[in-house]
């Protein structure tokens, strides 16, 4: 996440640069410079970690190149893009004033839980700062809308598409919430019923006096709480041996609290699949999915949504722009396509672009007896195989963790 | 719609089929959500259909202990979506399969790990 704060300064740089009246450009440059202190703080924070763990040693090349990392860079290019009103409707209004508890008050909270005292120190620093975007986004939103009555369409339309691309991002942190803390603090179902649904749900209520209603995707994100967490994390222990962190399958009693959290859910769907997983693992047949995946053209995720009200099926949604076709994990991701399909078919899709034979080094010969896609990708990501990926059973980052509890006892 | 520019906004498609070295096609199997999202593959177009079940989804689906009691003359297919009966003696092509298709099979009476859709 971190060269996103710096993607933030940047954006926040340019808009304080086009707005004319000094409260919109004084506070966006304010924030400018809160973003470039952020991204500081947080590398800082990183930097800490880096010199015991693995896979933080190289956030700003990732960036540019890993697959998942496309999901957040392509949501920041797509809102820097759009022009100052977009981008404000974006970052400061959906995403600070309405997502962002969902990423700030988990993540701290769990950080202190664990004893991550450089996250909740950078945490402290940066939180006093959000209250102030916080307001930015609301006071532009009332005075867009305030403005002329024809600007409630096209702020609606943007809430619209920014909720939407919001949530979706917010899907790592779901699963981070859910499965990552060695100590969880609430659920990610627990968060978004909280900061969400009641904050949230109240907020629009305030704007209908507006004539804003509540984002379009709202009911779906709704429904997602019960599976997008558990849908991700089977993503990443599908493709350990291309993420530069580890994954592993929860223990019996992590089991049993996700069951407790996800009564609707997690027996029905998810179990089955991870004590199956546990159970190849424990017989030395841990799977790595190997073949590139089908991704969502918008979000840029893999298509591993359900359907809404049926969990079991896959997702598929598509459209067709002049003879081609393009592919969506949602109805939402295919409206905001099809609003402006010349933005999207610029898609730096990560899975395409391999095959395409761009993520590879200079002089890397595809035709070469033995070549080894993966391997070759990997290379390009420079990526430390063996020490950043695969399961976290068995890896140096297990050891150094057990050696930094047992320290800390 | 279209996007609100200042001035002409028109760039080149990143995904048309000339820059690949084959078309793309899209590959779900309908109830076995352990494969987290559908496959992307690059396949020659005269690949004949028939392989698809032979020689490419063994190595990408055989990890899971559905696929080897797959009763393939069973299987049922859809296309973007809609029933469709492919032959698989016919070449993708021939079938009519182009650049980003999305094709899914589903397999009658396997229905994932415990019946989980996993």
């Given at each position: 996440m971190t060269p996103l704060e710096y993607y933030a300064h940047r954006g926040f740089a340019h808009v304080g640069r086009q707005f004319t009246g000094e409260g919109a450009r004084v506070a966006a440059q304010m924030q400018s410079i809160d973003e470039l202190r952020h991204y500081q703080t947080e590398t800082h924070a990183i930097s800490h970690y880096n010199k015991y763990f693995n896979g933080m040693h190289h956030a700003n090349h990732w960036f540019d190149r890993v697959w998942y990392l496309s999901v957040p860079k392509s949501f920041f290019e797509d809102a820097i893009t759009g022009g100052p009103f977009e981008f404000l409707v974006a970052v400061s209004f959906s995403f600070e004033y309405v997502?962002?508890?969902?990423?700030?008050?988990?993540?701290?909270s769990g950080a202190a839980h664990n004893g991550d005292m450089s996250t909740v120190t950078f945490g402290f620093s940066a939180q006093s700062d959000e209250s102030r975007h916080m307001t930015l986004g609301i006071e532009c939103i009332k005075f867009l809308l305030e403005q002329d009555p024809g600007n409630v369409a096209i702020v609606q339309k943007w809430i619209d598409k920014w909720f939407w691309r919001g949530y979706r991002l917010l899907t790592l942190v779901a699963m981070m919430q859910d499965y990552m803390l060695p100590k969880r603090v609430m659920s990610w179902k627990e968060a978004w019923e909280m900061y969400a649904e009641q904050n949230g749900g109240a907020l629009f209520k305030d704007l209908a006096r507006y004539g804003i209603r509540e984002p379009a995707g709202w009911k779906q994100a709704c429904e997602g709480k019960d599976h997008i967490s558990h849908q991700a994390w089977n993503t990443f222990y599908n493709y350990n041996a291309a993420a530069p962190f580890h994954t592993w399958v929860p223990s019996a009693e992590e089991m049993d609290w996700l069951s407790e959290k996800y009564p609707e859910s997690f027996d029905k769907y998810y179990r089955p699949r991870l004590e199956f997983l546990r159970e190849q693992q424990q017989a030395g047949n841990r799977f790595y999915n190997k073949t590139l995946p089908m991704l969502c053209t918008t979000c840029q995720i893999p298509m591993l949504f359900t359907e809404e009200g049926d969990p079991s099926k896959i997702c598929y949604r598509e459209s067709d722009y002049f003879g081609n076709k393009y592919h969506f994990c949602s109805d939402h991701c295919k409206h905001i396509f099809d609003d402006e399909p010349e933005k999207y078919v610029q898609s730096w899709l990560p899975v395409h672009q391999i095959y395409q034979g761009h993520c590879f080094k200079p002089g890397t010969d595809p035709t070469k007896e033995g070549f080894d896609p993966l391997l070759a990708v990997l290379d390009y990501y420079e990526m430390d195989v063996g020490r950043d990926n695969f399961d976290f059973e068995g890896s140096e980052d297990q050891k150094n963790f057990a050696a930094w509890k047992g320290a800390a006892k | 719609m279209s996007v609100v520019a200042l001035t002409d906004y028109d760039f080149p498609m990143k995904d048309v089929r000339e820059n690949f070295p084959a078309p793309?096609?899209?590959?779900?199997?309908?109830?076995?959500?352990l494969f987290c999202a559908p496959f992307c593959l690059p396949l020659p177009p005269d690949t004949p259909f028939g392989a698809l079940a032979t020689a490419v989804l063994p190595g990408i689906y055989g990890y899971h202990p559905d696929f080897a009691q797959i009763d393939w003359s069973k299987a049922e297919w859809s296309k973007s979506g809609q029933p469709w009966q492919p032959d698989?003696?016919?070449?993708?092509?021939?079938?009519?399969?182009?650049?980003?298709?999305?094709i899914r099979f589903r397999t009658p009476g396997l229905t994932g790990i415990q019946g989980s859709f996993s």
């Open positions: 997502l962002t508890n969902l990423l700030f008050v988990p993540f701290m | 793309l096609l899209y590959i779900g199997w309908e109830d076995h959500l698989p003696a016919k070449s993708l092509a021939e079938n009519g399969l182009q650049h980003k298709d999305v």
